[in-house]
């Protein structure tokens, strides 16, 4: 009997024991979406793309490029006429290898060789060859010039009279004090200027005309509109005649054409009013001096310059 009790007394401490772990037992750790910062705060936010929300990309506000306007001036190169059989070549601006070379009718490799110009660099007075060494020009021979800009012919017609041009030899002594006048004197950009003859005006300036056609009677004076240099005396190009070039400075240089005859030579020095030619019409339909005002190979109207 006293077995019995024990059996049923250790059967009632298991049930027991039983129920008091179903009463103390601890509900299950809750669990957390998403990752965690400092402080165990998740994070959700919308650029966040690990959070529970979708990712958005944010806006792109980065500036939108665009390229400057190009402001750099236009190129003018420097294509006013050249005595070919010059041995040099003075480096004005507009100059380049290309239309030096041009201009002379020789290569723009034998004018690199000549002068051993790399990638085409020259610059502003420097003096190049134009000729191989040892070269001398031909006793008598006619200079002739080159421009590969339009010449305006539709106002002059080639006569088909015999005209002979009266160039003077080295030892012909060309009086240099004597001056003619034509009327005031203007100084424009440091240069006192005046006029090349005392006709009338025939052509203006503008249009299909590059300078200014005076009127006159044949044999009358032609003179230099300011002091300066004898570049070309000849009738090497079309529609000019007998033509006259006397380079003033860097910038400006004048041009005298459908003389009678030229009374000046290449390389001479020339005053302001000094006579340099006779006019006539060689090239032309009646008698005239063409005169043209150039700033760096450029015609410019005469009548901002000399007085009127």
């Not at 800009?149 to 017609?157: D, G, I, L, Q, R």
């Not at 005046?194 to 249009?207: D, E, H, K, N, V």
């Not at 019409?281 to 015609?299: I, S, V, Y």
Request: glycine share 10%; aromatic share 6%.
């Amino acid at each position: 009997m006293l077995k019995k009790n024990v059996i049923r007394s250790g059967w009632c401490l298991l049930g027991l024991a039983l129920s008091a772990c179903t009463l103390f037992k601890q509900p299950a750790a809750p669990t957390e979406t998403g990752s965690s910062e400092a402080g165990g705060t998740a994070t959700t936010s919308a650029d966040n793309p690990y959070g529970s929300a979708p990712y958005t990309p944010p806006a792109n506000t980065a500036p939108v490029y665009t390229p400057n306007a190009d402001t750099s001036a236009g190129y003018v190169g420097n294509y006013s006429p050249v005595d070919i059989n010059a041995a040099t070549h003075t480096v004005q601006r507009g100059d380049t290898v290309f239309n030096i070379s041009k201009r002379y009718q020789i290569t723009q490799d034998n004018l690199r060789s000549w002068n051993n110009i790399i990638d085409n660099n020259i610059k502003l007075g420097q003096i190049l060859r134009v000729k191989p060494a040892g070269y001398v020009a031909p006793a008598g021979s006619k200079n002739t010039t080159t421009v590969t800009t339009p010449v305006n012919t539709s106002s002059v017609t080639t006569t088909t009279s015999t005209t002979t041009t009266t160039t003077p030899s080295s030892s012909t002594t060309v009086s240099t004090s004597k001056t003619v006048s034509t009327g005031g004197v203007r100084s424009v950009s440091g240069i006192e200027w005046q006029r090349p003859t005392a006709g009338s005006i025939l052509q203006s300036y503008g249009g299909s005309s590059k300078g200014i056609d005076y009127g006159g009677s044949a044999g009358q004076s032609v003179v230099a509109a300011a002091s300066g240099k004898v570049v070309y005396a000849g009738n090497g190009l079309r529609g000019y005649g007998n033509l006259i070039i006397v380079q003033h400075n860097q910038t400006y240089l004048t041009a005298y054409g459908n003389n009678q005859s030229i009374l000046v030579k290449e390389g001479q020095q020339v005053k302001r009013g000094q006579q340099i030619a006779t006019m006539g019409n060689t090239d032309a339909k009646r008698t005239q001096l063409h005169f043209e005002l150039r700033e760096n190979g450029q015609p410019q109207d005469p009548s901002r310059f000399l007085p009127m």
